[in-house]
């Protein structure tokens, strides 16, 4: 496997930079690292109670607070993703073909892929 110093040069992170912001305005809550999403969903980590509103869903009341209140309470939690990628990059022969540019398919994907991977990771 090839060193991320040899697949991205300084050149290129600074080519990519300002794509990091628009990338994480896309993905956002859609798919799933290690952050907390700003939406609110079913997960382990309890956020708080709001009071029942008709048309929320019974399955998410808070049976315990409702003996204890007499009122119907909906349990909130914070929703985490997690961004799962595979990257895959074609190493047939027909990835060695260079054209008049000079590099090769074979290396223009493994930099797109290192580049890809790069604005995930960030």
């Known amino acids: ?42 997960s382990v980590e309890f956020r708080e109670h709001r009071q029942y509103v008709q048309g929320d869903e019974i399955r998410r009341l808070d049976w315990k607070v409702f003996g204890k209140t007499d009122r119907l309470y909906i349990r909130e939690y914070e929703e985490e993703t997690n961004l799962r990628a595979t990257l895959l990059v074609d190493a047939s022969g027909s990835m060695n073909y260079a054209g008049t540019g000079g590099i090769s398919k074979f290396s223009y994907a493994t930099r797109l892929a290192a580049c890809l991977a790069y604005l995930m990771l960030r």
């Open 1 to 42: 496997m090839a060193d991320v110093a040899e697949l991205l040069t300084p050149a290129d992170l600074r080519k990519i930079a300002n794509l990091q912001v628009l990338a994480r305005y896309v993905v956002e809550g859609f798919c799933s690292g290690l952050h907390s999403s700003p939406h609110k969903g079913f």
